[in-house]
């Protein structure tokens, strides 16, 4: 694996934090809902619950904030291997937990983990691959996530057979095996070939392409030729501020409240309520064993893994902006039609009406699955410019998880509070969102990560500027500059 590494192995081991990312978030889920923990652990009330789930949320917050710094200065690839030596340690103490400030602690120790890998693994996936197969390549993270979240709940469904303590503590303790395992597979990854360029490093920059794009041929013509144009833009962009305050201002400011704006409207789709307190939302409507709601969970999980797989096969052919916009509408309909049937009518009472609301809880994981799931993290790490996209990156995620925490914070509150009027909001909001993502969201598909300035120069009005896509051009020479680093690269080849 030295010499060549095919972009798809690396791709889906740096995937693995996105596995990590999936199941901590998962595996509270049912855990709350387990007898042996309850009585552990002083049967947590709704607003502890509250705590215990999003003090992960509070921790990836932190992480994503320091994922900006660290990616720059340490790389892409270390900061991951950060990530996962981070999380190894946060399960441990989960594991080993004896009272529930030790389980808050635990938990937000893995979530400056998942913080940190949640930020820069969709990042180095996005600058390892080649701009036709970008999309795919970043959707595995939002696959891996699924699965983390699938494995999760299969876990839970089968401990929740054991009696004692263990119960609850080999859920948490399993997740140190994928730490460990993407800490040691990430050794034998390429750092990123952009890192490497605005290092400087231009012939290990020419050895990762190679690795990447040629089966080792570093000086593959194609090879050549990109890492012409990626050092060109980092010349061009090296008389240009990189501090965090470049991001405030055009027209980096346009990019900024796009990747938040995806972030952020990613949570308030109200996924992670369905995932989190879906148990007390399938409890709430007739299921009483603990064992029944755990399958149902585990088939929530299922559906989420399989309904992300047409965005990995087709999400670069079909493209972001349309994607986003019908995963939106289906989400806003299917959220609408719960609600009407919650609110309609007594779904506990009657085994039909209980399946029928399931199906709609299953049918929103779908529409998401294939939509915002992978989309809102593949935008923001493709939009920005190299000399702040760590930065940037550390923002939109930051934003991710900030809404993360107020959601999941709030979810069993407003569940027994609002009910049925909850999934109503969910429906409005994303109504609201379809319309925004219409008015600005432009497409990117197929599209060198240097090419996005020329995308972001046209109008701000995104279905104004969609047909400009195609026609954009190779990057043109850029001065007395360009022309002592092609020197450079001839030597370096």
Known sequence: MGRRTPKYIVSSVAALGGLLFGYDTGIMSLILQMER????????????????????????????LLSGPLADACSRKRTIMLGALVCTVGAGVQF?????????????????????????????????????????????????ITWGI?????????????????????????????SIVLLVAMCFMPFSPRWLVARGRLGDARQALGR??????????????????????VVQERCRGSAYSELLRAPLRRRLLLGCGMQLMQQFTGINTLMLYAPAIFRGIGLGSVQSIALCQAVNGLVNVIA?????????????????L??????????????????AYDVSSTRSLAIAAICMVYLVVASFAFSWGPCAWLVPSEIFPMRVRAKANSVTTATNWISNFVVTLASPVLIQVAGWKLFLAFSIIMLGAAILIYLFLPETKNLSLEDMDLVFSDSIWAFRSSDMVPKICPLVDIGSNASEQEDTLRTVA
Request: net charge positive; aromatic share 10%.
């Open 37 to 64: 923990f309850n009585e552990y652990f002083g049967h947590p009330g709704a607003l502890a619950a509250g705590i215990i789930v999003s003090s992960l949320t509070i921790g990836c917050f932190l992480g994503s």
């Open 96 to 144: 080993g937990s004896v009272n529930r400030a030790m389980l808050v602690g635990g938990r937000f120790t893995s979530g400056v983990a998942i913080g940190l890998m949640s930020s820069v693994v969709p990042m180095y996936q996005s600058e390892a691959a080649a701009p036709r197969q970008r999309g795919r390549m970043v959707g595995l993270q939002q696959w891996a």
């Open 150 to 178: 699938f494995i999760s709940f299969g876990i839970d469904y089968g401990c929740s057979f054991i009696d004692g303590p263990k119960q609850f503590r080999l859920p948490l303790g399993l997740q140190i095996v994928p």
């Open 212 to 233: 990447l794009r040629a089966n080792g041929h570093a000086n593959a013509p194609a090879v050549s030729e990109e890492l012409r144009r990626i050092n060109q833009a």
């Open 308 to 324: 992300t797989i047409p965005a990995l096969l087709w999400l670069d052919r079909w493209g972001r902006r349309p994607t986003v």
């Open 326 to 343: 019908v995963g939106t509408v289906c989400i806003a309909s299917f959220y609408l039609a719960l609600s009407l049937l919650l609110r």
